[in-house]
C-alpha cells in the first residue's frame, strides 16, 4: 500500500506559477511510475502528466505542454508538478497516482491515488 498527499495548490492569477508536491509514504514508491490528473468543475478527471519511476520518461497532456513540468526525487520520495503560465482553465483540483505497471494516461491504470489539492487561477 502507498499512501500519496499533495500539497501546493492555491489561488493564482492568471500567467502566475504553482508547484505541485505528492509525497509518498514508502521508499518502494521508487519502482512506481507517477501521474498528475485534474478535475474541473462540472467536468471528468483528466490526465495531465505521467513519469517513468527512473525519470527518464514523460509524457503530457497537449493543454499543458510547454507551461507543466513533472519530476520526481527518488530520494525524497516525493513527484512535483511545475506549473508556469496558468490559466483560468486550469482551475479544478489537481490529483496525484502511482502505478507498479509503468506509466501511462489512463485512470484505470493507477492503483494509489492522493486527496487530490485544489488550484484556482483568477482571470
Known amino acids: 500500500q502507498v499512501q500519496l498527499v499533495e500539497s501546493g495548490g492555491g489561488f493564482v492569477q492568471a500567467g502566475g506559477s504553482l508547484r505541485l508536491s505528492c509525497a509518498a509514504s514508502?521508499?518502494?514508491?521508487?519502482?512506481?511510475?507517477m501521474g498528475w490528473f485534474r478535475r474541473a468543475p462540472g467536468k471528468e478527471r483528466e490526465f495531465v502528466a505521467s513519469i517513468s519511476w527512473s525519470g527518464t520518461s514523460t509524457s503530457y497532456a497537449d493543454s499543458v505542454k510547454g507551461r507543466f513540468t513533472i519530476s520526481r526525487d527518488n530520494a525524497k520520495i516525493t513527484a512535483y508538478l511545475q506549473m508556469n503560465s496558468l490559466q483560468p482553465e486550469d482551475t479544478a483540483v489537481y490529483y496525484c497516482?502511482?502505478?507498479?505497471?509503468?506509466?501511462?494516461?489512463?485512470?484505470?491504470?493507477?492503483?494509489?491515488w492522493g486527496q487530490g489539492t485544489q488550484v484556482t487561477v483568477s482571470s
Open positions: 514508502r521508499r518502494t514508491f521508487n519502482s512506481y511510475a
Open positions: 497516482a502511482a502505478t507498479a505497471r509503468g506509466a501511462t494516461n489512463f485512470e484505470r491504470g493507477y492503483d494509489y
